[in-house]
Each structure stands twice: as structure tokens, then as C-alpha cells.
């Protein structure tokens, strides 16, 4: 895994010549297609933004500009689960505890309360310090994110709108896999 802090926080400064504290969008956009070499499309860096804007502000303070960059560097973009597990690794420790889990349950709209998230945490949890490791993050995102619509008949009954709230989960899941396939990494 890589985790080169010094160098990314470098190069945001180099990014925010005038001093600001942030990048735009725009100022992102254009640095990683023409200095960092890593080809990106707006739609793509803008799915990317949301996982890292903690603040929700629409640009990248410093903090938030590393933590992209670790994405970058570590994630396969084929994979869209691959890219949540290092949005959720907030410090960089290549495992997820409770509080990354819930961060970005909530960033995906998952509406799951504290406690089922870190219930799920202490069950899967494989690591010493109760964190979850690469997979057992994995396999919590098979069970909280649909991976299709089958026609297999369903354990439970289901009501009209949960059928549908679990659609247009799918579908925004889908529509970031695709938007996240766009983009090839080939960093500094």
C-alpha cells in the first residue's frame, strides 16, 4: 500500500498557488490531466470528490487532496468496491474500523443506523484491533450494497417501495461503477 503524505501534501501545494487553503474542481481537473498524469473525466473526479469532501464544500481542502491521492495510488479502478474501502481508510492504515464504516455508509446513502454498522463491525471484524481487513470490508459491501435484480423468489416479502428503493440503489451503484471505470491511474 502506498502512503507518501509528504509528497501529496507537496503537490496540493503546488496546486493552490494562491494560497487558499483549497483546489477547485476545475483547478483539480486540469492538474491531474496535465502535471500528475492521471487521466480522469469531470464526471469521474466529480463521484471521487464526494467520497473525499468531508465538509461538502465542493473543493479539496489539503486533507481531503491526500486522501484522494491515496486513492488514486492504492484503489483499482475497475473495481468499485476496491475505491470504497480507501475513501473509507481515512488514516491511511489499510484496515476500516467502525467509524470509517459508518462515514461512508452514510456518504452512500446506505441508511444504516450506528448501531447496525458497528454491530456489523465487531461480527466481521478480523483484525487485532476489531478493524475489517480488505475483504471482510468486501464482504460487507456484498451485503449492503445489491449486486443485481434476479427473479429468484425472496426470503422475505418485500413492499412495493423497498423493491424500489432497492432499484434505484442498484442503479446509482451501477451508474458509479461505470463513471469510475472511466479513469486510468498512472500516478507521478
Known amino acids: 500500500m502506498n502512503v507518501n503524505l509528504y509528497k501529496y501534501e507537496q503537490v496540493f501545494q503546488n496546486l493552490d498557488r494562491d494560497n ?11 492538474a491531474l490531466n496535465t502535471q ?42 475497475n473495481d468499485t468496491k ?32 450506528q448501531n447496525q454498522v458497528f454491530k456489523t463491525v465487531q461480527e466481521l471484524a478480523d483484525n487485532d484491533d476489531g478493524s475489517l481487513s480488505y475483504n471482510s470490508f468486501i464482504k460487507v459491501m456484498n451485503e449492503m450494497i445489491p449486486q443485481k435484480q434476479t427473479d429468484e423468489p425472496q426470503m422475505e416479502p418485500q413492499t412495493e417501495q423497498s423493491v424500489s428503493k432497492q432499484k434505484k440503489t ?19
Open 82 to 113: 476496491s475505491i470504497l474501502f480507501f475513501a473509507a481508510d481515512d488514516d491511511y492504515s489499510g484496515s476500516i474500523d467502525k467509524f470509517e464504516l459508518l462515514k461512508i455508509t452514510k456518504k452512500l446513502k446506505l441508511n444504516l443506523n
Open 36 to 77: 500528475l498524469k492521471i487521466s480522469m473525466d469531470m464526471k469521474t473526479l466529480e463521484v471521487m470528490m464526494t467520497l473525499v469532501d468531508d465538509n461538502n464544500d465542493g473543493v479539496m481542502q489539503e486533507d481531503e487532496f491526500c486522501h484522494f491521492i491515496y486513492i488514486c495510488e492504492n484503489a483499482d479502478f
Open 20 to 30: 487558499l487553503g483549497y483546489v477547485t474542481l476545475k483547478q483539480l481537473y486540469f
Open 170 to 188: 442498484l442503479v446509482k451503484c451501477q451508474n458509479q461503477k461505470i463513471l469510475l471505470k472511466n479513469a486510468t491511474i498512472s500516478f507521478i
